[in-house]
């Protein structure tokens, strides 16, 4: 395959996406339809996503656990089988609807059974809208290290509609937010202080700031989609975020973060890291903690834990020959790819998020 031909294939939005939809299911006539859910959505997004399909081709529909820790190879075999004892063939359609554990093991899935099937991603969680089912990043977490196995491939389609929000607890849409401040620290001031600004934001208002978020992610995907250089921006705050993520799904002592609990910290370590390194702007930092600390509050680690932090990334994909590469900010939308950082320094930005 010649990697750079692959594009990033249409974001649909609202009531319309379901009439194209229903258009590409009727124009690639699919021998079968499987939609791939999990316990939430088969219970709170099901019933109202098929009313929405119009076809005559059979539905199957396939259930895995809800949860991070469900996002393994295990669950991907449980998937593979359902699929080969409902007859799928490599005319079948997936349908994933869900959040990001269903978008990325779904297409994984789809990609590798009978070498791949074609499918189609229905983010349900704002975190997923905005990030995990857009630029064709699929796979499944190795033990605690996470998306240690996946492919980059493109959905046939992403049908975004923000009615299935209202399924989501305040938690679930705090986790979704982080990635939301990421694309704004990232490409755009004026985008940040406006999604920073929560006073001022209404429901009315998250159909746009999506698709605003949707569109900066997708310019930077269309321009490097196999992850060669610029698009490891988008990695701001997950070196640290993921490490501090996997930490906390395994250790038992500790409370089990979302994933935009995790990255909202790892934000708040690499702009520290970014001022010691980048000389980030300090008064845009105190900025970002202040702002960051208000919406997640704050998790303690113990010099001990914060050892384990540090080990774990070792395991990040994005390291090369050994170092552990960061994304740090030089200022808010300038953005600086494969920064080696001493773990002296680390240790640093740990004692002053533990300060704040």
């Known amino acids: 395959m010649n990697e750079e031909k692959q594009s990033l294939n249409p974001v649909y939005y609202g009531e319309g996406s379901y009439t194209q939809l229903n258009n590409f299911i009727s124009e690639t006539t699919p021998s079968k339809i499987f939609v791939l859910v999990d316990s939430n959505t088969h219970v709170n997004c099901l019933s109202s996503f098929l009313q929405k399909l119009k076809t005559d081709v059979a539905i199957e529909v396939i259930e895995i656990e809800a949860g991070e820790e469900n996002k393994n ?40 059974f009978k070498r791949g099937i074609r499918f189609i991603n229905v983010p349900t969680t704002l975190l997923s809208m905005v990030d995990a089912s857009v630029g064709g990043k699929t796979g499944v977490d190795l033990g605690n290290l996470k998306n240690q196995v996946g492919i980059i491939i493109q959905p046939e389609m992403v049908l975004i509609d923000s009615v299935y929000l209202k ?56 321009q490097d989609p196999y992850e060669r250089s610029i698009r490891k921006k988008l990695n701001y705050g997950h070196t640290l975020g993921h490490a501090i993520e996997s930490f906390c799904l395994t250790n038992p002592e500790k409370e089990k973060l ?10 708040i370590l690499e702009t520290y890291l970014s001022r010691e390194l980048k ?50 900010l030089q200022d808010v939308g300038e953005a ?21």
């Open 73 to 112: 190879i295990e669950t991907c075999s449980g998937v593979w089988n359902a699929l080969s004892e409902l007859d799928a063939d490599r005319k079948s359609l997936m349908i994933n609807l869900g959040g990001g554990v269903v978008t990325d093991l779904g297409g994984f899935v789809a990609a590798t």
């Open 167 to 222: 399924t989501l607890s305040p938690q679930e849409m705090r986790s979704g937010l982080a990635e939301i401040l990421k694309h704004g620290l990232i490409a755009d001031e004026k985008y940040w202080k406006k999604v920073s600004d929560l006073k001022s934001l209404d429901h009315s208002d998250l159909d746009k700031i999506i698709e605003e978020s949707v569109n900066i992610k997708a310019n930077i995907v269309k």
């Open 258 to 267: 979302l994933h935009g609990e995790a990255i909202a910290i790892g934000m």
């Open 279 to 328: 000389s980030f702007p300090s008064e845009k930092f105190s900025e970002i903690c202040d702002i960051i600390t208000d919406i997640y509050g704050k998790v303690n680690f113990e010099p001990g834990e914060i050892e384990e932090i540090i080990e774990l990334m070792r395991f990040d994909k994005k390291n090369e020959r050994g170092n552990v590469n960061f994304v740090l």
């Open 336 to 356: 600086v790819i494969d920064v080696t950082v001493p773990n002296e320094l680390i240790n640093k930005a740990f004692t002053h998020y533990l300060k704040l």
